[in-house]
């Protein structure tokens, strides 16, 4: 049985990675970026970038300020069983590293605007929840989300028959419309399919790809690489301040849809893109995987 | 790539300001304080509004556009860990703002609109922005907390950072009404112009 108190622990030990150090691909695509930029103004703002990851991950300090809303994709072993409610052990880890890390407490009513001071409340942390088959453990990823990229994301839903080019214009428009609050170079994730509650996690979950991994199917592959070219010629760049990178990647997922239906969806995300999963066990080991 | 390196002591005089240009960068040392939030602004203007006096000086202040972990233990206050805030929030308030308390500096991330840029040209301010998301790395330039007024407006309390020469900061907007986003934003349209043509 894995005790809720290794989820909680578990869950603070990989938010606290998640905000304080960036997946290997995420850092070596902002290097790489760093190389290829020939606006100055982008070139240097990336150098400031790149020791401020260095800086992070040495002091333990945030990488960015906006230390995120807990948003948690969870894959439960069906053979895993748990001596308590997993919700409440993920609530409780959250709340546990805010106070002690701390975090600063972003969640707050919709409407009335108050704040929690937990950073938990009405349906957060987001819990998304799947599973593996056959397997006696849990699989937690850590998905910090920050509020700039959550605004200037997108959700169109066209009907069928609508070219795959206006979809196209859809997402160019997102990126176009960013403004100084996010900050480049993005990740983009497109989400094509599903249904309109779906079709956002798409693209959020095609955000959360490794950047260096393209999508399986190779007319999708080409397609990435295309939405990647068409966004890096709007030159928007780093800070705004114009450069030839202004996305590391675009990711595509894609869902079978209502034959009427062409859902598409763009998340944006910064390129503080942060991700860490764990992998808990009965014994009371805590895995760190990519 | 920027023109001219500077260190200033904060606050700033007109002097200082006017020697800035778009696309210089600067280091800032001493007050700075984290005003932010709309509701932070609008009590502000109303207390001077109702010809009130501040507990707080805030003329030739530099403002900083942050967003920050602060706590009180054992009657001190401390900062664990602070970044740039997005400035555009604020783009309504910020010209009465500058005009009512006479503001030199605003620190902050991702510019103003055109109406702040024109307050700031009448008022002899500078904009100035700190590299997007970088955190960790600024958090070394604040040495600390000098002081937090109106603590009894809760998260909008207003707290007073003491820095050490934080940056670099670029100047983006500058006092004679220069703008580094309004080049980028024109490129930006004619690009999307161009690629969404190409898609017919």
């Known amino acids: 049985m894995i005790p809720s108190t290794l989820i909680s622990k578990g869950v603070a030990e990989a938010y606290k990675r998640a905000i304080t150090t960036l997946p290997e691909d995420v850092y070596d695509a902002i290097k790489t970026a760093r190389e290829k930029e020939t606006n100055p103004l982008t070139k240097w703002g990336l150098e400031i970038v790149i020791k401020n990851i260095d800086v992070a991950k040495e002091g333990a300090i945030p990488i960015c300020q906006d230390t995120g809303i807990p948003e948690f994709f969870v894959k439960l072993g069906t053979k895993a069983t748990i001596d308590g409610s997993i919700e409440e052990a993920i609530k409780e880890g959250v709340i546990g590293i805010t106070k002690s890390f701390p975090l600063i407490p972003l969640a707050v009513h919709p409407l009335t605007r108050a704040n929690t001071l937990n950073n938990t409340g009405y349906r957060v942390p987001l819990m998304h929840y799947s599973l593996i088959p056959q397997a006696d453990y849990i699989e937690l990823t850590a998905v910090p989300a920050c509020a700039a990229p959550q605004t200037f994301s997108a959700v169109k839903m066209y009907p069928s028959g609508t070219p795959i080019t206006e979809a196209k214009k859809f997402i160019y428009g997102t990126v176009h419309n960013i403004t100084g609050a996010v900050c480049p170079p993005l990740v983009v994730g497109v989400g094509f399919g599903g249904l309109f509650g779906t079709v956002g996690l798409l693209a959020r979950e095609a955000s959360m790809r490794p950047l260096d991994v393209r999508h399986p199917d190779p007319e999708i592959a080409k397609l990435e690489d295309e939405l990647l070219d068409s966004i890096n010629k709007l030159g928007i760049g780093h800070m705004n301040l114009g450069g030839d990178i202004t996305a590391l990647a675009v990711n595509i997922e894609i869902g079978h849809t209502h034959s009427p239906c062409f859902p598409v969806a763009v998340q944006i995300q910064c390129w503080c893109c942060r991700r860490v999963t764990v992998r808990m066990h009965e014994d009371g080991r805590v895995d760190q995987l990519r | ?200």
């Open chain 2, 1 to 200: 790539m920027t023109t001219k390196e500077f260190k200033f002591r904060s606050p700033l005089s007109t002097n200082n300001v006017m020697s800035l240009n778009a696309g210089d960068t600067v280091y800032i040392s001493g007050p700075a304080y984290e005003i932010k939030t709309v509701p932070q602004y609008v009590k502000l203007l109303d207390i001077h509004k109702r010809g009130e006096r501040l507990p707080l000086e805030l003329t030739n202040a530099t403002i900083y556009h942050t967003f920050s972990s602060v706590e009180k233990m054992e009657g001190k206050w401390k900062v664990n860990y602070l970044g740039f805030f997005s400035s555009f929030v604020l783009n309504k308030q910020m010209p009465d703002f500058i005009r009512t308390y006479t503001i030199r500096a605003i620190i902050g991330k991702g510019g103003m609109s055109s109406e702040v840029l024109k307050a700031m040209k009448e008022g002899k301010c500078v904009y100035l922005a700190g590299v997007s998301g970088c955190a960790a790395y600024y958090t070394q330039c604040v040495e600390g907390i000098r002081a937090v007024y109106l603590e009894e407006w809760g998260l909008d309390r207003v707290v007073m950072y003491e820095l050490r020469d934080l940056g670099p900061l670029l100047v983006t907007m500058d006092a004679h009404g220069n703008t580094l986003y309004e080049e980028v934003e024109k490129k930006k349209e004619a690009a999307i112009k161009e690629i969404k043509t190409g898609l017919l």
